[in-house]
């Protein structure tokens, strides 16, 4: 699994330029190679110092496609936002997002999500919203989330996967609901249950078994 660049240097994806160009100096003096020389620590040193240099790289990567969009919105005006938004504009920010999401941080993911204006909401924004939405058992609204994701990115296997999996949780619970239409199983419940199919899924679980 790819680190979060920004998790790697200890910032935050809001910490100023300065503030990552800091943290950046200090861990590269940290874990220097010369510092650890005829150590039996110097090959992890040397990795250390090799996922800090990668980190830094790609944050300095990120922020410098960001300030050549943000110079064409500028150019542009309203009309910018007629364009198609890189992602990579809010790349750094995502990976945080699925990190909370990761660590069950919902209600964190769900803010974050919601400061992103809504002109640079994409394809991944909406499949964020979608797992938001699953953690919630709000299934219906979790398909339409990953459904327009699709629709934005169709090419997006993990996109596909996640609308493809509600779609046969889905035909699959109600094939089941016809086999047990004797039950007096209530439509809450038939709610839940089906939820919680869709959340594993997804790698999640609604409804723990004793």
Known sequence: MTKNPYTVL???PNATD???KSAY???AKKYHPDNYANSP???LASEKMKEINA???EICEIREKAQKQNQRRNDYGSNFYGEAYSDDMDR???IEIRRMLDNGEFIQAENALNNIPTPRRNAEWHYLYGRVYLSRGWYYEASKSFNTAVSMDPNNDEYRDALNSM???SQNFDNESDRVSSCNTCNCCSSLLCADCCCESMGGDLIRCC
């Open 10 to 12: 200890g910032v935050s």
């Open 18 to 20: 300065e503030e990552i």
């Open 25 to 27: 100096r200090e861990l």
């Open 41 to 43: 620590l110097a090959d």
């Open 55 to 57: 980190a830094y790289d």
């Open 92 to 94: 750094g920010e995502y």
């Open 167 to 169: 779609r046969s949780q």
